[in-house]
DNA sequence: CTTAGGG
DNA sequence: CCCTAAG
């Protein structure tokens, strides 16, 4: 009998590697195959913008029509200019698998490469995440604000077509079309030189369904009014398709081509933000009993029955994890290339560069700010997985969930000092993030994007659209609420536990094997059943957490030990069951902390302080403060039962705000509380 | 709205 | 931190 219990864990953290993994391990994951090329990673990214442009018409223009036909529809236009028959989704099945990117830190050189507007329109979706990530990045590297707040305007208009997107798909779609055809019509122009290729997943291949022209840099044309990432863009020169070959090509107004030889643009609908903007995330690994198509091949059949869309949205999240991974990948390498002081821990390390003869400088005295992101943090992720579940599926899930997340187009929040700073515009320096100390209390947190738009649209919704029937053959199978997704599991793998460790590196390592996909169209809650054993106990999804979906979870600020000093102190004097004054004692103006988080953060204290100190995580607190924890509590409980039994008269003395407890005092050595 | 606790 | 039953 297979244990139902099931692991449910917060997840608020996600490391990053400082340094890349070995050439091995990068091989292994199959991710890091072109890190080391920026123009791939570019070219990679143009290209698969592309085929979700394509997609997206298609997606669209299929609506109406029968589910199994994925009949081009938007993407006609520039069929006709190609003088080409037909349009079909671009095949990249077995170009997903580990071919995409790592992470949303995407490199300038992509960025810079991927501002045409008709493009950028078109994928407002697909590229939000990546613009919110190079604005961050560039915002970093470039000190500037000109370019931050350009990004920004972009950011902000890719949101709206998104919205209008779902809002209004077809009048989206006309726009598209046009924006894309004069991209194309503009680079026939310019290049008439078109490219071929088949579908094939080889990347000689591939070169050929891609050719981009890419901007030597992004900086170094130090135009003033314009930010250089506007004056490099690229344009769909052609896109075709030859038998079952699909032809695309993307180039700008620079000379440097770059070819990319992977492919990943299978995605099949448009993920609007709204959908992908979870707050919470729920997984259940999928059963295998739910499994429709456990493996790659499923790709090939979604595209023709009734699950394709589905199929395709997954797909989609594939997608844009190996994009985002692949982008990650860039810009790691890119950063490790220049910056050679980086600590290998991880730590942050700073100094001004001057010109960097990789970018042109638009300024030689413009310093740069060099540092490296040991961890960046992640809003919420909500898991629940079966004990059974191993490592590697485990590992998959996170890693699947991530990256929905960031394809969806997470935004990268900049902290200083545990502070958020919100305003875009403000260059590093201007913010105060320049010198070494500053960069030490620097830190970095994916945020969903849209999420008002998310909230509001969930609630906008009636509930129905954010449940879907249950699995059949699943009677007690909980409601999943939005996206179904399986684990990657190979069936036989799923029901040998030993095996299961063998395919752990394979599910990381093709976190995009093609599975059963279903998305909801306004839930972003993603529910993954395990495919465990018959372990197929299914939790129940529980109707509140859809209700959390659409709320922002506050971020999380981590009580300084000032601020324990603080509590412990009032709760010395006034107890452990007023926390609503001990909030206006000790935190009266700290706005983000309610009492009931002093209440938690007291429980919390006093769990800290009963574990041992190898075991305790996050800002050490001196011990001296968690042995007054320890005693205050101590007293306050025995107190407080008292005050039960009868005796109420210490208690009531301490009623009284103002009043001291001698008798505490007694206990623990208090001091003047601290008003913060 | 506050507490008190479980999640 | 969130969510909520209780008071």
Redesign the pocket.
Known sequence: MVSKKRI?Y?FNGFRVPVIPKGPRSARRRGVFKKANQDDEACAFELLALAGMLLQESESSASSNASEGNHQPAFGQGVIEQEKHDEVKPIITDNILRGSCGESQFRTEVAMKNCTQKSVLDANADCLQGCISANNNFDCRRKAGADVKSEICEWDNKFQHYSNRLVEAPENFRESCDVNVNNGFRQEKEANSSGFQGSNSADKSSMKNQLELNMSRTLIDSNSNAKSPLYRKSFSIASYSKHGNGNKLGVRDDDEKFLRCSKVCTKSKTFRSPQRIAHR?IRKHLFSRHWKVAPNLKDCELSRSDMGAQLLYRKRKICQSFERSEHKTRVKRRKFFDRVSGVTSDGGLSSESVSNSPEKGMDNPKDPHVKFSIKTIRIP?LYFEVPETATIGSLKSTIMETVMTILGGGAHVGVLLQGKKVRDDNRTLVQTGISCKESLDNLSFELEPSSLLDSAAACVGDPPSQCETSQPAGSPETPVIDSEITDTLHEPSLLTNPGNLVESNHDSMTSPTDPTVDKESLDCRALVVVPASTDALAVVPF????K??EC?????????SVTEVEALVRAVEELG????????FRAFENAE??????L???W??LVHTAKISPQQRRGEPVPQELLDRVLAAHAYWSQH?AKQHGGKTLKITETSSAETEKPSIEAVVQSQPVNHL
């Open positions: 449910d917060g919470r919420e529980s109707q509140k957490s209700r959390s709320a922002q979870r506050r971020t999380r600020r981590p009580f452990t069951g007023r926390w609503r004054d001990v909030k983000h902390r309610t009492y009931v988080d209440k938690d953060k429980k919390t407080q």
